[in-house]
């Protein structure tokens, strides 16, 4: 923070911010410890402190050992404040997670979505998860292209209609709203687990796809250098529409592939072209049209590509279920929208 000036109520935003992030990032702190991470002044950070913790946004945890002099008091964000919940309809349900800001987790389970209406069912279980918990931002993964806060929907890019949850989620509610493609969000959630097992490797460095395959059609997460690409019209990734020859798409292929070799065509051919694309040094492959047992022959049959020998060829890797990645990636997001407008006025 050295050198930055500006207008109070911004510099104490900033401050305020950078204090979140600390805690968030140390689980909890003396005000020694967060002068030392933040360079911010013990003059800041003592009033910044007393006041969170009168809002109940922090609280006051153990002492800590004396080192001759008086015991200094730690203190950690309240895990029952500012909670946020991720959720995405698919198969007739609703699967969600309650998260606290630290990462503990209040709720992870799924509701069935009753008489076809999604949005009901959406609606209703945010509705109780804020009656029981301190939520404070939702995170809403949803298939398609999601442009200004909106989704769109279709198979054929003439056809494209407006998919109008997070709207109506938005009029319902008076917090933030993420709203995010299934498969950035899921490519996302599986790069931060990915770091969290690998602490070598460096997100800011990433490079992956997440390609996920079903009948109804395909499309791809992509990372690169750590960050999701949505492309200028958030199109990046909507694989379905691939021109495959004959006046078809990859969307106009998928209900036909009757055969483990039809498949492994298919993936084959599209993993090459993702790989000249974006030259990910990771391809993610699942949904329901590939089988965990397919995955050498997957692999043996981008050997066989032309120009794609085994230096060029990413690592690939089959994921069966996203549900892990998918909610990971969500809550991700809305905890990095929600953490710079702390603290949050009451709301009803």
């Known amino acids: 923070m050295t050198g930055v000036t500006g207008k109070p109520e911004l510099m104490k935003r900033m401050n305020t911010t950078l204090l979140y992030r600390t805690l968030i990032r140390l ?18 950070i003592r009033n910044l402190f007393e006041e969170l913790e009168a809002g109940g946004e922090i609280v006051a945890g153990a002492l800590d050992r004396s080192s001759g002099g008086r015991r200094a008091q730690r203190y950690a964000l309240n895990p029952a404040r500012n909670l946020t919940l991720a959720l995405y309809c698919a198969g007739g349900r609703i699967d969600y997670r ?22 009901e069912a959406v609606l209703r279980l945010i509705a109780d998860c804020r009656s029981r918990w301190d939520v404070r931002a939702v995170g809403l993964g949803v298939s398609g292209i999601v442009e200004n806060g909106r989704a769109y929907i279709g198979s054929e890019l003439d056809t494209l209609v407006p998919n109008d949850l997070g709207a109506r989620v938005r009029s319902a509610f008076p917090f933030p709203l993420v709203l995010e493609n299934d498969l950035n969000a899921t490519a996302l959630g599986y790069m931060n687990r990915y770091h969290r097992e690998h602490s070598s490797c460096s997100p800011a460095g990433f490079n992956m796809a997440y390609i996920h395959f079903d009948r109804e059609s395909a499309g791809a997460g992509v990372i690169a250098n750590g960050q999701v690409v949505h492309g200028a019209k958030q199109f990046a990734g909507e694989l379905g529409f691939l021109p495959m020859g004959h006046k078809q798409t990859l969307n106009d ?38 089988d965990a047992a397919w995955l050498q022959y997957a692999l043996d049959r981008l050997n066989a590509q032309p120009g794609l020998s085994s230096p060029l060829r990413p690592l690939l890797v089959y994921r069966g279920d996203n549900r892990e990645d998918y909610l990971d990636g969500l809550t991700y997001l809305t905890q990095q929208d929600l953490v710079p407008r702390l603290p949050l006025a009451a709301f009803d």
């Open 253 to 290: 292929l998928l209900p036909s592939v009757s055969s483990r070799e039809d498949c492994l065509d298919i993936v084959s051919r599209v993993v090459s072209i993702v790989n000249c694309v974006t030259n990910p040094e990771l391809v993610v492959v699942g949904g329901s049209l590939f």
């Open 98 to 119: 309650i998260t606290g800001l630290t990462g503990d987790v209040a709720a992870d389970s799924f509701a069935p979505i009753e008489d076809g209406d999604t949005v």
């Open 27 to 44: 689980g909890s702190a003396t005000r020694a410890e967060v002068a030392n991470e933040t360079n911010l002044s013990a003059t800041t």
